[in-house]
């Protein structure tokens, strides 16, 4: 198996180099046709999540549904699906930051009972606990 890293993801959501985006499209269909996987991990998932907002100026629905959409993908093995999808859950009931909930629910997924932290703004979805 082989992991993706940011960039690819992003040229192949955004396609804004066109040969990249390509060639991200045709790695994605070579592996699926193939019967393989690609990996996407936890970090992958947050830089993501920073590009789309940050250099593309994505909203967080937008943001959102870019994530639904690599959950929905056969082709692609996500480091903690299950978070991921709370995630997207979560993203859509509350105001917190997306990327502090990704924090949170990595937490939570390694067993741990909350995150602790000096932000206010994540309190209250039960994922941290403020110091």
């Known amino acids: 198996m082989k992991a993706l890293d940011t960039n690819v993801i992003v040229r192949f959501l955004i396609?804004?180099?066109?040969?990249?985006?390509?060639?991200?499209?045709?790695?994605?269909?070579?592996?699926e046709d193939a019967g393989e996987r690609l990996a996407i991990t936890t970090p992958v998932v947050l830089e993501?999540?920073?590009?789309?907002?940050?250099?593309?100026?994505?909203?967080r629905d937008e943001s959102l549904r870019a994530l639904e959409l690599l959950l929905q993908m056969p082709v692609l093995e996500i480091e903690d699906y299950d978070s991921m999808q709370q995630l997207v859950r979560l993203g859509r009931s509350t105001r917190?930051?997306?990327?502090?909930?990704?924090?949170?629910?990595?937490?939570?997924?390694?067993?741990?009972?909350?995150?602790v932290t000096f932000e206010k703004g994540p309190g209250d979805t039960g994922l941290f606990e403020w110091l």
């Open 15 to 31: 396609n804004d180099d066109k040969a990249q985006g390509r060639r991200a499209r045709r790695l994605l269909q070579d592996a």
């Open 48 to 59: 993501t999540i920073w590009v789309l907002s940050a250099v593309y100026e994505f909203t």
């Open 96 to 115: 917190a930051d997306l990327s502090d909930l990704l924090i949170g629910l990595s937490g939570r997924a390694h067993g741990c009972d909350s995150t």
